[in-house]
Each structure stands twice: as structure tokens, then as C-alpha cells.
């Protein structure tokens, strides 16, 4: 990989001159230029499609950021992950969650090791494991300790073990055994588990402890409430009807009292924020059905291949990534909202802030010196219509300018139409606001047809003007379907990766987060007089002092 500072990249340099230029364009004066610009600047793949053509972008812009990504050797580094080099170097790890998708059939999955061992075998074979556990259990084969069927499945996890199952399972909720109701259980705040226990009833519930590391202070802890408030309704021996685990440290499975033929595995090869297409998935295939995970599966792999074979101009990941390095490392944004116009892909913006946060949130480069540049912006967003009415005016009239990307499915899940056609003409119309604006002299039409005076006319133009040229990507498909779903993650997977390597940083480590778990033991051995009080600062001694009174 390139060990030069990217700022000293050619193409950098070209496009830091570029900028320059862009600065003077009006994307409205762009699309009166360019009839055929939406042809031009969108693409379809794995059953998507981007627009970027409401990017503050030319066609040279495009040429200058793709002879960066070349200049950063995103190829060589994106074949390097695809068959299984150890890119993860500060944890010696291979990055292969693509492997968890490739259907066995496929030329590349045979080929594929880790340490000399042949993955393919290991995959399906805990694919077959999740097929016939999951049909046993949606066939009412499987059932609790009193011979009642499963009717409650509670995921207990967190992170990538909680984000990636809560979303699939809300995103494809038509798609859903009527019976199974899906819970998750994510927060170390009792009153999460605590709701949700009063939910469910012991007889018929099965919970998925579902842990990499098996460790997580938070899961474990939650793991073991719900144990014991299990153990209050039934024997010791009922347990193995009701927990299973997803894990990759089999040691600790055992340890907490799973059987671990009870336990479905995964390996470290797979980042957590990189699980949803493991075992981690099994509270998707109990709820969906094995047919429809393997399609969710499909679907990913069908942008892999995408990724892996498209020439760069026409690679979705790689164009999505570079519109988001020249709006981040030339124009600045700070963030990057997405707007599912959605209801059921109200999680996809958290399952995101983890994705690209998590990964790319660095600043220090694959060769150890600090980056020279900005890297992962803030993630956020909500669904739209509902974030229309809550931040968009920010985005519209703040002072940032905040690239967004629109998510649009054009036929809804609901026979209700008339709703989904005031949802998707309000997504386009967004983001033809943000992109045309309105101008002074429209403002000034409009008032002077609602009869306004001059004096009124002129206090009231600055602030009903707004200049528009505001950046926004819109990836349409034409159903929310489980091929659609694993497509568009997959999406955002590689243009994170692509991002990455643009930046010089190891999008696959997570080193940030361990501080605070580390100083939160400590903390909490005070809090329960385990331990003297450490000698903190002011503060957190004030505060540690304050929690031990009020808990006593
Ligand atoms: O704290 C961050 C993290 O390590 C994530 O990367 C991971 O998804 C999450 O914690 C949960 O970890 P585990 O699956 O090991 O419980």
C-alpha cells in the first residue's frame, strides 16, 4: 500500500486546484448545461440505483477522483481483503465477512484460506446448522420446556451482536414468521431487558446471547439476568431449550452454562460491526426464514462481485466513496446525514453510525504517523418524512453544508399507495431543494404575487432565500426485499473500505472503545465497594461519590 501522505498524492494536489474552480458552480447551472446529466452520473448494480448527479461534480471532477483512488491502490488493496490477506495488521487478522456470502458454487469460495484452513467448509457447514435449527424452530418442532411452541426471541447483544440483527429483522418485517415476535436487548440499563421481560413469557421464549468476544460487560450482564429470571420459572435443566449462543470463544459459552452444541460459531476473521452475515444473523433467519437469509445473503454478494468486477468509472462503492472524500477533504462537511424515506429501515442510519464510525472514525495511518487530512465525518439521520420536520431546515439554511443521502424504494410493502406517493414526492422533492435552492428573484416574484409592499418585500427576502447547491446522493431499488437489503449494506460496506484506503488507515480495529470499557470495570468495582476508591480527577471522583450515595 502507498506509504506516501495522501496530501502528497498527484491527484490530491489536482484536485485541491480543482476545488478552486468548483467553488464558482451552481449545480443548477450545471443541470441547465447538462440535459443528460442523470444518465451520465448514475448507476445500477446488485438491484440499485445511485444518483450522484446532485454533487457539486463535473465530469473532470470524476476523472481527478478516480485517478486518486488509483494513485491510493484501492484495487490492489480491495483484492487483498477478497482473498483473505491479513489486512486487519494491528489485530493479525484476514477481513473476509464477504466469504460468509459467497454461495459455496461460486469459482472463489473453494480457493479461499485462513492459516491454511479452507473457510468454504466452515461457513456452510454453520449455514446448514442455522437452516435446520431455525426451520425446527419456525416449524414448531423445537420447543420450549413445557411442550409450548416459540413464540418470543430475544437477541442479547450489543454493537455489531445487536445493530445488524435489530435492523434486518425491523427493515424486512413483512417478511416475518407471524408467530415469532423478534426482541433485542442491547443496554446494560435494566429498564432495556426489564421491558422486554415483561413481555415475554419463560415457556415459549428463546434468547440468543450473541457475543463475539463473549466478554461484552453489557451482554453478559443482560445474559445473566435473564438467566436467572429463566431459572425462577423453570429447572437447570431446561436452560438448553431456551438459550442458545452466537460466539467465536466457545470456552466462554461453556463457562456461562450453554451448551455449546447450542452454540453457533463464528471466527475472527469477521469484524463485529462486519457480523450481520454470520451466526450473528441467526435471530434474522429465525424471523425471516433460512430461503429468505440466503437471499439477504445473495443480494451482498451480488454487490461484491460488482465491487470486485466493475471497472472503477461504473463501480458503485467507488464512486459513493469518492463523492464522499470531495465533500469531506475539499469542501469540508463534517457530517453526512442518510434519509430513509422508509419506515422500516429506521435503524439503517444507526446501523451505519457504527459501520463508517467504527471503522473510519482514525487518525492514524496504516504506517503509524497521524493523518494530514480529515477522515470519517459524524454519521446521522432519521426517516424521512420525519426528519423534514425536525433538523432539515439546518440542513437547507445552516451554516455547514451537509451532503445527505436519500434511500428510496419504489414500490411500498403496504397496499395503502396514496402514502407512498406523497413519501417519494416528498424525497424528491428534498433533494431537489437542497440542489436548486431559490433564488432572490423568485422569492421576490412570489411576494410581490401575494401582494407584499416594498418594505415588507425586503425585510422578508434574506431569509425566504436560500442558495441551494447543496450535495445529496439518492439510491433507489425497486423493493425492500432481503436481496435489496444485503445489496445495500454491502454498498456501504465497501465504500467505507474504499474510503479507508484512501485515507491510509485500518478501517477494521476498534482500539478507541477499549479505554473506556477498561476504566468502566474499575469504576464500577468502586461503585460496589469492591475496590478503594482509585484516585481519579475532581470530577470523576465527585460524581463516583454522588452515584455511591444515592445507590447505597
Ligand atoms: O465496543 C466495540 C465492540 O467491540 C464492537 O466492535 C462490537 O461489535 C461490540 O463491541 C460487541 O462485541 P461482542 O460481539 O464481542 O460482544
Redesign the pocket.
Known amino acids: 500500500m502507498p506509504n506516501t501522505a495522501l496530501t502528497d498524492a498527484a491527484a490530491f494536489k489536482q484536485l485541491q486546484e480543482h476545488h478552486q474552480t468548483a467553488l464558482g458552480w451552481h449545480m443548477r447551472e450545471l443541470f441547465s448545461a447538462q440535459p443528460d446529466r442523470f444518465e451520465r452520473m448514475s448507476l445500477s448494480a446488485a438491484g440499485l440505483l445511485l444518483d450522484y448527479s446532485k454533487n457539486r461534480i463535473e465530469s473532470s471532477t470524476l476523472e481527478l477522483l478516480l485517478s486518486l483512488a488509483r494513485e491510493r491502490q484501492v484495487e490492489a488493496l480491495r483484492d487483498a481483503m477478497f482473498t483473505g490477506e491479513k489486512i486487519n495488521f494491528t489485530e493479525h487478522r484476514a477481513v473476509l465477512h464477504t466469504a460468509l456470502r459467497t454461495p459455496a458454487a461460486q469459482a472463489d469460495a473453494a480457493a479461499l484460506q485462513v492459516d491454511g484452513q479452507h473457510i468454504a467448509e466452515d461457513v456452510q457447514g454453520v449455514l446448514s446448522r442455522i437452516q435446520s435449527f431455525t426451520t425446527r424452530v419456525r416449524d414448531g418442532q423445537w420447543r420450549g420446556h413445557t411442550g409450548k411452541e416459540i413464540t418470543d426471541i430475544v437477541n442479547i447483544?450489543?454493537?455489531?451482536?445487536h445493530l445488524g440483527p435489530q435492523m434486518v429483522c425491523t427493515a424486512l418485517h413483512n417478511f416475518t414468521h407471524p408467530r415469532l415476535q423478534s426482541h433485542f436487548v442491547s443496554n446494560v440499563d435494566g429498564h432495556d431487558l426489564d421491558a422486554v421481560l415483561a413481555d415475554v413469557n419463560p415457556e415459549t421464549t428463546l434468547f440468543i446471547v450473541?457475543?463475539?468476544?463473549?466478554?461484552?460487560q453489557e451482554?453478559m450482564m443482560n445474559a445473566q439476568t435473564a438467566r436467572r429470571w429463566f431459572l425462577k420459572h423453570a429447572k437447570e435443566a431446561a436452560l438448553a431449550l431456551h438459550f442458545v449462543a452466537v460466539s467465536t470463544n466457545a470456552q466462554a459459552v461453556g463457562a456461562f452454562g450453554i451448551d455449546t452444541a447450542n452454540m453457533f460459531p463464528f471466527w475472527d476473521w469477521v469484524?463485529?460491526?462486519y457480523s450481520v452475515w454470520s451466526a450473528i444473523g441467526l435471530s434474522i433467519a429465525l424471523a425471516i426464514g433460512f430461503d429468505n437469509f440466503r437471499a439477504f445473503l445473495d443480494g451482498a454478494n451480488a454487490m461484491d462481485r460488482h465491487f470486485r468486477e466493475a471497472p472503477l468509472e461504473s463501480n458503485m462503492p467507488v464512486i459513493q466513496a469518492l463523492i464522499g472524500i470531495w465533500n469531506r477533504n475539499f469542501f469540508n462537511s463534517e457530517s453526512l446525514s442518510i434519509a430513509p424515506y422508509h419506515h422500516n429501515l429506521r435503524f439503517f442510519p444507526a446501523y451505519l453510525q457504527?459501520l463508517d464510525m467504527?471503522s473510519n472514525g482514525k487518525r492514524i495511518t496504516r504506517d503509524g504517523s497521524a493523518v494530514e487530512v480529515a477522515t470519517c465525518p459524524f454519521i446521522w439521520g432519521d426517516v424521512g418524512t420525519n426528519g423534514q420536520h425536525a433538523f432539515f431546515q439546518l440542513l437547507h439554511q445552516g451554516t455547514d453544508i451537509t451532503p445527505i443521502d436519500f434511500i428510496a424504494v419504489l414500490k411500498p410493502a403496504h397496499d395503502i399507495p396514496q402514502h407512498h406517493q406523497v413519501l417519494l414526492a416528498n424525497c424528491f422533492a428534498q433533494s431537489e431543494a437542497f440542489m436548486r435552492g431559490k433564488q432572490a428573484d423568485e422569492v421576490r416574484a412570489d411576494l410581490q404575487q401575494q401582494g407584499a409592499n416594498e418594505a415588507e418585500l425586503n425585510m422578508l427576502l434574506p431569509h425566504k432565500t436560500f442558495n441551494g447547491n447543496r450535495p445529496s446522493n439518492t439510491i433507489l431499488m425497486q423493493e425492500l426485499t432481503p436481496a435489496t437489503l444485503g445489496a445495500l449494506i454491502a454498498l456501504y460496506e465497501h465504500k467505507t473500505f474504499v474510503q479507508g484506503a484512501i485515507w491510509g488507515i485500518n478501517s477494521f480495529d476498534?482500539w478507541g472503545?477499549e479505554l473506556g470499557?477498561v476504566l468502566a470495570k474499575t469504576i464500577h468495582s468502586e461503585l460496589t465497594g469492591e475496590a478503594v476508591p482509585a484516585r481519579h480527577d475532581a470530577s470523576t471522583n465527585a460524581l463516583i461519590a454522588l452515584a455511591k450515595q444515592a445507590l447505597g
Request: avoid cysteine; aromatic fraction near 4%; charged fraction near 20%.
Open positions: 447483544g450489543i454493537g455489531g451482536s450473541a457475543s463475539k468476544t463473549f466478554t461484552t451482554t469484524g463485529g460491526r457504527q467504527e476498534q472503545v470499557k
